[in-house]
């Protein structure tokens, strides 16, 4: 768009290699975020962001502090200071029973190997957990059966007074990168893994393991998001691992019946039912893809590390569109190889197609580093934050511009200025 | 800016005795009535009367005791100015109508000589041959060496407009006595040191006489008395009774303050003056905040010398200077206060009388003057200003607020004087305090009440020719309904008004001077004003003219919940139309209430109601928050250019005195800027303010160099609607005096977010980032060749959807379209206006209407909330875009602008601490265009 600024008219770099990447012009009728506000607190890389009730949320990152703010306004509430080292991992913890006052509670792990749970109301540290031989990087809360879990090289399980109920065996160097709640008392464990270049069958990449809660053993391992299928020829293979980054899982969430994975640049839905993958975006975005949320009207909000906030929504693609679409997710592999793979044309079965797609309606530019992650308020809009320090409000800006009228016509009433038509 | 003074001023004063529509059309009505003084110049603002002097000067003249009167200095201090003006002539004449009752020394019955703490009077003085008027201030200080210990001063506004001396009387003597009492409190301080040392000194030959004496006494057994011994025992006694004379004095004028809060009951002059000064002092490079409170504290470092008992009147021993008669550091002040005055009231006549109408309506839109007037703070600090009667009282203010007044010529006795003598009051003393008061209350009168009672005052003085007239107006207590104040001129005195009236007496004397004697009244408001003044007809006519951009409210009301919804937002204001101001009232007929509803509802006296106060010291915390503004991490704050230099009033002041070449080059280079800088910064001048006349070059230039814009570049359009609708407009270019240039042109058109700065960055090189278009509207880059460059120019493509970019090295323009008809009318580039300042006056004039028409949107309920719970939003939305189309007649992109506008002002509203923080960016997905030349 600006080339003629630039003069020489030279395409930006990198570019013309991810030619697939979809984008959108400047104009995005179904994006409602015309408002941002940038909050301004840390001084590193945010890269936390936690929601603790209808109007504040936290946020934390590389700098060791969390940081309590007002969504609404974008005030800054709190700053709670504790941590040595940068937190690797932030999360609500539901109110103690016997605890009289309910003030919201967060936890916090941090790479100084310590774990703390504060109070975001008064701003106090609670209490603070630092038996940790390696760094905690996920926490998560069981609420139903009133533990938490926290994720490093090894994984434990905690009451809520923040004893060691047990923990497993040393599982990875790399340790568990995410941990996810699915029914049935299951968690589900991403193991970050380190794609060496002798992987051949290319079975073990986003391996996914299950574990029980009730008696704490591995159920089933290796339970396979995609199942890799012997069809996969070595060449695509090792494409593949010259690329290690672009497909690791980085990031998935889920509904009813759908998990939402980001790998790499691409995004990728799972029905659970049909135990197929629905829809993809092979390049969503310029970079890996960090976090993605589902929102409830169908859409699907991801960031990126190229800086950017993309919204998508899940449509019913029609049946016969005859677009060749890179089907089923085999072709996930196959960055490298687009050109070639749509040229010759692709002999899949039917039922391989996903039957749905991911439609860009809108894209969020604002930060320009890395968006590490982002929170969705539905009365307050998005939040997000990235490694250029700052966290973003975006808003809706004609629902606040009803807002500030509702307030401004308070104000008025309340001087008694407000005179009523005759 | 409603008003334009280029209009006005065409026509001769008389014709606007009548009413100059009423008159049969007669063809030769039409022609312009010919200028009485075209033999003398082709011009009718070249000097009427032919003074001897090239314009307005202020002059400080001393009835010395030596030599009598005498000229001691003129602001300015330049000889061009006054040119073969005999300033020793004027001195005599000016010194000779002090009224002052300042007798001092031995009152009767009384030991000890007494000080008296007399007010100043103030005059009006005209001396028609010389072509000269004046409005002459006269005050009393004290000096230990000098005859009854009163030095006699005045200072004198000298101008040879008559009619601006009159009409300006107020705000005259107002911004005198606070140069006056300035004078006066280091005089006060001064003058008690002087005592104490003198006390000292009187201490020590005490103790030596009496040493000698003992020493006399002990030598002398014989039982009687030397001669020498008497002579030594006389000389002791005399210096014992100068002791205690002195102690006297010294109680006394210690005590002036005290009998100053006891004597009035408004004391805010006083104390309001105190913060000025020591808010002054702390501007200053030496902060003397503890001057109020170790005041009369004797200097400890004083060694005492042996003195002469009998205070020797020798005449010629040099009296002290008027700078070492106050404190050195109180005549910088006033000298300071006195080039503020002679700044503030340069200019003709008409022009100073629009500008205070313009202020003065200004004050009234407060809600929404933030959004493009440069000095409004100047406005919300009159608001709170203590003697203005608060929105919820009624008009007329009871008795014991109301400082009674010390005037006293009834009107008949004025009437009969016109044609009779010059009038001498003599006032009892009794009524220092009154005057006191006075002083206080002068700064709050209505301009309009202002106008009408000057406008009396013409008409009496028109009647009178070359000869002697007396001028003096009555000063009523209670404020009258308007019907009957003309008949109850004289009615409403109080007891003391008639005690003081039967002790004032007249002298008749022979002098040629005519005296002007002017009085400050309080309401005497006769009905036919609006004939008489002039700029309010023009602007009547002008206004008419402009329909099309006019706010037709009912008219165009479609729908009938519409009405309800004009009629449920808006007071519509008392239905009494204010004959002095047609903007009054066009916007009563029209029912669109330019004051705000919500505040001024008791304002009955429509849109001049409030006075055009000139100024007040800016509070601190305007300085505070600029310098809060600066020190974000802004790459070169120091050379701001433009909106600092508005900003720091210090600055401007100074930069005025500097050069005029240095101010008009002065946004095209930074260097100027620091030149200008240091010039300020060694001359501090406490009480600087940014007045008209100094930014009046800033705009000129401006709106110049924004007119150029509009007539080089055919893409102008996109880029002022990119600038009102609140999209970042990025100028972007090699040359930064070029881009500066242009920044501060075009910054006219951005609109405010708070009332301290506008959101313009002048100069930036380093890359943008997303909080740079939160923070700023108009932003200068500076394009650095590659590879250097790439960075700035890569984040002005990432964030291309908040900015619009006008590359003045390409000459091209991308931003997105603009179709509406507002833009058009504000920068057509076919205009006929020729000058920048015209074009500036027209700009505003077309944003003041356009924040009206945000206003009006703003504040309409049912346009942005339901009017019943049944009504869906979509209801809302339908009334809200009908209304912005056929009721403020917005087409496309224009509805953007007003919406822009809307959210600043609801922001601005609903913040409780105004001025605090960035409001939130907001943009659209809009495709932007490229335009090129």
Known sequence: MLRWLIGGGREPQGLAEKSPLQTIGEEQTQNPYTELLVLKAHHDIVRFLVRLDEYRFASAGDDGIVVVWNAQTGEKLLELNGHTQKITALITFPSLEACEEKNQLIL??????????????????????????????????????????????????????????????????????????????????????ELNVSFVTGSHVGEMIIWDILDWTVQACECNFWDPSPQLDTQQEIKLCQKPNDISIHHFTWDEENVFAAVGRGLYVYNLQMKRVIA?????????????????????????????????????????????????????????????????????????????????????????SSVEMFLYFEDHGLVTCSADHLI???????????LRSLKLFQKLEEDGDLYLAV | MI?????????????????????????????????????????????????????DFILISEFSEQVGPQPLLTIPNDTKVFGTFDLNYFSLRIMSVDYQASFVGHPPGSAYPKLNFVEDSKVVLGDSKEGAFAYVHHLTLYDLEARGFVRPFCMAYISADQHKIMQQFQELSAEFSKASECLKTGNRKAFAGELEKKLKDLDYTRTVLHTETEIQKKANDKGFYSSQAIEKANELASVEKSIIEHQDLLKQIRSYPHRKLKGSALCCGETEHTQDQTSQAATTSNPDESADTDLYTCRPAYTPKLI??????????????????????????????????EHMFRGDLCYLLTSQIDRALLKQQHITNFLFEDFVEVAEKQESAPPKPG????????????????????????????????????????????????????????PQENLDYLDMDMKGSISSGESIEVLGTEKSTAVLPKSDSQASLTVPLSPQVVRSKAVSHRTISEDSIEVLSTCPSEALIPEDFKASYPSAINEEESYADDSEGAIHFQASVSAPELGEAEEGGLETPPSQIDSSCCIGKESDSLRVPLSTPAHTPSDQDGVVSIPPQRYRQKDQGFHVDFAVENAGPLRDSSSEGFPADELDPSRLLASRDVSKTS????????????????????RTPPSAHPTGPSSERHKKRAGQNALKFIRQYPFAHPAIYSLLSGRTLVVLGEDEAIVRKLVTALSIFVPNHSRYAKPVKHWVSSPLHITDFQRWKLIGLQRVAAPAGAGSLHALSRYSRYTSVLDLDNKALRCPLYRGALVPRL???????????????????????????????????????????????????????????????????????????????????????????????????????????
């Open chain 1, 108 to 193: 916090t792990a941090s790479a100084d190997r310590t774990v703390i749970l504060w109070d975001c109301d008064t701003g106090r540290q609670v209490q603070k957990v630092s038996c940790f031989q390696s760094t905690v990087k996920c926490l998560i809360v069981l609420q139903r059966l009133d533990v938490w879990l926290s994720g490093g090289n090894d994984l434990c399980v905690w009451n809520q007074k923040l004893d060691l109920l047990c923990k497993t065996s040393h599982l990875s160097d790399t340790g568990i990168s995410a941990l996810i709640e699915i029914p049935k008392n299951c968690v589900v464990a991403a193991v970050g893994k």
């Open chain 1, 280 to 368: 993809c975006q092979k390049s969503a975005h310029d970079s890996n893809v960090l976090h993605i949320a589902k929102l409830p009207n169908r859409q699907l909000i991801s960031c990126s590390e190229d800086g950017s906030v993309r919204i998508w929504e899940l449509r019913e693609k029609q049946q016969l569109a005859a677009e060749p679409v890179p089907t089923g997710f085999f072709n996930m592999w196959g960055f490298g190889r687009v050109n070639k793979q749509a040229s010759q044309p692709v002999k899949k079965q039917q039922e391989n197609a996903p039957p749905c797609s991911l439609e860009l309606i809108g894209d969020l530019i604002g930060h320009s």
């Open chain 1, 392 to 402: 973003i409000l975006w808003k809706n800006g004609e629902r606040e511009s009803g």
């Open chain 2, 3 to 55: 008003s334009a003074p280029d209009v006005v001023a065409f026509t001769k004063e008389e014709e606007y005795e009548e009413e100059p529509y009423n008159e049969p059309a007669l063809p030769e009505e039409y022609s312009v009535p010919l200028f009485p003084f075209s033999s003398q110049g082709a011009n009718p603002w070249s000097k009427l009367s032919g003074a001897k002097f090239s314009r």
């Open chain 2, 308 to 341: 002469k008992a009998k205070s020797t009147k020798c005449f010629d021993k040099k009296l002290k200077t008027l700078e070492e008669l106050c404190d050195t550091e109180y005549f910088t002040q006033t000298l300071a206060q006195l080039s503020h005055i």
């Open chain 2, 391 to 446: 929105p919820g009282r009624p008009p007329s203010r009871s008795l014991e607020e109301c400082p009674i007044p010390q005037v006293l010529i009834s009107v008949g006795s004025y009437k009969s004087s016109v044609e009779s003598v010059p009038i001498k009051m003599e006032q009892e003393l009794g009524d220092e305090e009154y005057k006191e008061a006075d002083v206080a209350e002068m700064s709050s009168f209505d």
């Open chain 2, 663 to 682: 101010l008009d080059n002065y946004s095209d280079s930074a260097s100027n800027m620091s030149s200008l800088a240091s010039t300020s910064s060694d």
């Open chain 2, 827 to 933: 920068a057509d580039h076919r205009t006929q206006i020729k000058r920048g300042s015209t074009y500036y006056l027209h700009v505003q004039s077309t944003l003041a209407q356009l924040c009206s028409k945000a206003f009006l949107y703003t504040f309409c309920h049912h346009l942005h909330l339901p009017a019943h719970d049944k009504e869906t939003e979509e209801v809302v939305a339908g009334r809200q875009a009908s209304f912005l189309k056929l009721t403020l007649g917005l087409v496309n992109e224009d509805v953007k602008v007003v919406q822009y506008l809307a959210e600043l002002l609801k922001l601005r509203y609903v913040q409780d601490t105004p001025g605090t923080g960035h409001p939130m960016l907001r943009f659209d997905y809009v495709p932007s265009f490229l335009y090129k030349i």
